[in-house]
């Protein structure tokens, strides 16, 4: 899907309609430190690594994307419940 890099939308601090820019939310770099992850790491990488083996990885064909909104007059930044797509574009 293509989007425009800039809109005019809802702004909640504003309240009213404000012109918008779309950020795109960087995904949030892991830690390691779950719990999962240390289970992973301990049965290593050789042999049958139980349910680590099964492929596909669950990996849904669509991602959710996370986008933010700034608005362009308050400079405040809001959220929307993130939809799915397989690819997303900005335009400009
Ligand atoms: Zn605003």
Known sequence: MKMPAK?????????K???HEVEKVKKGKTTGLHWINRQKS????????????????GDK???KINVRYRCTACKKA??????RLSKYELTE
């Open 17 to 19: 309609h404000e012109l």
């Open 78 to 83: 809001h959220l929307r419940a993130g939809y």
């Open 42 to 57: 301990r049965r290593g990488k050789i042999g049958n690594m139980g349910k680590f083996s099964k492929v596909p990885g």
């Open 61 to 63: 064909p669509t991602k």
């Open 7 to 15: 809109f005019n939308t809802y702004c909640p601090y504003c309240r």
